[in-house]
């Protein structure tokens, strides 16, 4: 249902690395601070980490957070595409200061309904990502806001209609990836109907597969079919797809049965944040790490504590080392996140006056000027 990238051969991607490599490169972590601890910098040189997730804290301006991503790709070795992720959705999910657009909540873009808009809004988010290096864009929101309780989600939704959601993220998928950013749908599959927020407990959704698949599932169904290269699970327990009560995230019935085999997704799933207590209050850093890989996802968020990142890459090494089918895992999740990252490389501006150019211009003010005007008019 995706459109498969022209890969060079299997063993040219990744036969060259170690299985700590290999579990390494699986692993996206954060930091504090505006400079890259040394510690990353080493493990993303010796191949021990896969990418890094920038937040506000190491965001405070512009200059810093190219500088920044500037280190983050010097770091790596030759042959090996670096991975800058962001979360710059809109409205309360943005991390980068002004003068970089800031968007307003998806539902305000969802109310005005303009696909074209929408398509024009994330171009220019993606713009200007990429001028200053960042690779991928954890956006945009898959999630219908179908309960008005829900204390995460909310206007992050672009509507309460599942069609509507769909057409406008699909074009904000296209938008970014038009700029050579990587998208990525969340959360799968689907935080809108949650009364708890995952990253303080664990919620659950008790629609049946049928409510599940017709309304949750169709926004993901439809970005899959027009090219989603990434998606996000939700630490969310759906017991009508997965008895068990696991949250998605270490769910094989819902990542692999679901997302992979019913819905035809072949590219990478990324975990939502290994430490939120979603998943931390029924289990360790190893077990979740091991879980999640094992459920079908590729790639580990982990994004404030360096040491459970190490946590992490010691129980999946020992899993890998005692169990061929996790080591197997382990090699697919490889070539598919290595293939995407080679898709959509880094390619920040090379000085400081240009990068100030691609930043501050009239483009990002015109465009805030017309999606306030329209809702207005709403």
Known sequence: MTTEFPAPPYLDLISHLSM??????????GFDGTKVPDSLLEALQ??????????????????????????????????????????????RVCRLPAPFVTLPPMRTLGDIGD????????????????AIGITC?????????????????????????????????????HG?????????????????????????????VQHSAQRLSSVELLPFREAIIAG??????????????????????????????????????KDVVFSDDLEMQGIRKGHTVSEAACGAIRSGCDVLLLCHDACLADEALTALVSAAEADPAISSQILDANMRFHL???????????????????IQNDTASALLREIASLSQLK
């Open 228 to 265: 989603l290269r990434s998606v996000m699970t939700a630490h969310v327990s759906y017991p009508a797809l997965d008895p068990s009560g696991s949250p998605a995230t270490l769910s094989a019935p819902i990542v692999t049965d679901v997302l992979r085999k019913e819905l035809g997704f």
């Open 115 to 130: 696909v074209d808009l929408v398509y024009r809004a994330a171009s220019e988010v993606g713009r200007q990502l990429a």
């Open 176 to 204: 970014l990836h038009d700029q050579g950013i990587l998208a990525c749908g969340k959360h799968f599959p689907g935080h809108g109907d949650t009364a708890l927020d995952s990253h303080l407990d664990l919620p659950c």
């Open 137 to 173: 864009n954890f956006a945009p929101v898959l999630d219908i806001d179908t309960n008005a309780e829900n204390p995460v989600i909310g206007d992050r939704s672009f509507s309460r209609s599942a069609v509507s959601v769909a057409a406008l993220a699909v074009a904000f998928m």
């Open 340 to 358: 995407v990252r080679q898709r959509f490389a880094p390619r920040p501006q090379h000085t400081q006056d240009s990068l100030h150019y691609a």
């Open 20 to 29: 700590p490599q290999l579990c390494g490169q699986l692993l996206v972590v």
């Open 46 to 91: 010796s191949g021990l980490r896969g990418g890094v997730i920038l937040f506000k804290r190491n965001l405070p301006d512009i200059d810093t957070a190219w500088a920044l991503c500037r280190d983050i790709i010097a770091a790596y070795p030759p042959g090996v595409v670096p991975f800058i992720a962001v979360d710059q959705e809109g409205g």
